[in-house]
Structure formats: C-alpha cells, structure tokens
C-alpha cells in the first residue's frame, strides 16, 4: 500500500496504467479506507474540537480514546466505503456525458480511491496544507481519470470537478482551509 501511495504522488500516469485493474474495486477501496483512517486519526490526535466539539459526537463512557476507536470504526466500516462509492456513482454518470468509450465502475472506483493520496497530509493543523492536497488530489483524479477512461484532460476535468469538490473540498477540508488563508491572506 505504501507502494501504491509513493507511486501516485510521483508517477500518477504509469500508476493508472498499471495500477488500475478491471473487476477488482478492494485495492482501491482499501487504500481510500487507509487514507480515510489516517485524516481521522490525525485530526483526532491534532484537532479533536473539528470531531468531537460543539457536542457533534458524544464522548462514549467518558473516554475520548474508546470514542476515537468508536470513530476510527464508523470511518472504516462505514463512512469511507459508503462516501467512495457514492462519489463513484456521481462520477460514472458524468463520465456518462463526456466520455463515449470509458471504463467500467469498478475502475472508477478505483481511480477516486487513489487519487486521496495526498490527503494523508490534509489534517496536518497548517493553514493551506489541506488547500494543498485538494487541488493535488483534484490534479491526480482529472489525471487517473482521462488514463484510465482513454479521454482528454479536459473531458476528464469537465466529469471530475464535482466529485473533486464533494472529497477533496468538503470530506478533507480543503474548501474550509482554502478560507481561512484567504481571510489571512486578506487581512
């Protein structure tokens, strides 16, 4: 998996060539489920305000650390494959509209899957970092996504932007983040 992810982040093009296999979604949802648990765990660990502030989520039994696994749970189990595959679905219907030829779902899946690379960084308490690693993960699906579905960048772009704004922007945090530099940025 730490192969996968070197990959990716260095060579997103001989990545989707190779890495993507027809019929098989496991890889890619294991390794969009590690990311998952690793922006959790981090911002558990950094910012538990941004997860269990403002009484979002009850602390169970008066432990933080049995509510972190708790969350640690829901985010594996649930909430990542569920999110995967929804975006997943959103994605094939836009490629429906821009792609005549493409890939099948189990590809796509894939491909949004691997494209959460950079987001193992995306809780890192640093104002832009999670900007940083929505556009680049933004880069790395628009990418995955003309490789394996066999169209331009600019289809790709075009089917891509939305499903790119509900992971990356909102589920990682890089709209909020974007903000917030922009407020310091301005003043």
Same mark, same amino acid.
């Given at each position: 998996m730490v192969r996968a992810w070197v990959e990716v982040l260095v060579r997103p093009r001989r990545?989707?060539?190779?890495?993507v296999a027809p019929g098989d979604q496991a890889p890619g949802l294991s390794f969009a489920i590690a990311i998952a648990l690793i922006y959790v765990g981090g911002l558990l660990s950094t910012q538990p305000a941004r997860v269990l502030g403002d009484d979002r989520i009850p602390v169970l039994a008066d432990s933080v650390g049995l509510t972190a696994v708790f969350i640690g749970l829901v985010t594996a189990v649930v909430a990542a494959p569920a999110m995967l595959h929804l975006v997943s679905a959103i994605q094939t219907v836009l490629l429906m509209f821009t792609v005549d030829d493409r890939a099948g779902v189990s590809e796509t899946v894939q491909v949004v899957g691997? &494209?959460?690379?950079?987001?193992?960084? &995306?809780?890192?308490p640093i104002p832009g970092v999670a900007a940083v690693c929505g556009l680049y993960a933004t880069g790395l699906l628009i990418v995955g996504l003309a490789v394996v579905h066999r169209t331009t960048l600019l289809r790709a772009g075009l089917a891509g932007v939305l499903p790119a704004v509900l992971v990356f922007g909102v589920v990682f945090g890089g709209l909020v983040d974007a903000s917030a530099v922009a407020e310091l940025v301005a003043g």
């Amino acid at each position: 998996m730490v192969r996968a992810w070197v990959e990716v982040l260095v060579r997103p093009r001989r990545f989707f060539q190779n890495g993507v296999a027809p019929g098989d979604q496991a890889p890619g949802l294991s390794f969009a489920i590690a990311i998952a648990l690793i922006y959790v765990g981090g911002l558990l660990s950094t910012q538990p305000a941004r997860v269990l502030g403002d009484d979002r989520i009850p602390v169970l039994a008066d432990s933080v650390g049995l509510t972190a696994v708790f969350i640690g749970l829901v985010t594996a189990v649930v909430a990542a494959p569920a999110m995967l595959h929804l975006v997943s679905a959103i994605q094939t219907v836009l490629l429906m509209f821009t792609v005549d030829d493409r890939a099948g779902v189990s590809e796509t899946v894939q491909v949004v899957g691997y &494209a959460t690379a950079p987001c193992v960084f &995306a809780w890192l308490p640093i104002p832009g970092v999670a900007a940083v690693c929505g556009l680049y993960a933004t880069g790395l699906l628009i990418v995955g996504l003309a490789v394996v579905h066999r169209t331009t960048l600019l289809r790709a772009g075009l089917a891509g932007v939305l499903p790119a704004v509900l992971v990356f922007g909102v589920v990682f945090g890089g709209l909020v983040d974007a903000s917030a530099v922009a407020e310091l940025v301005a003043g």
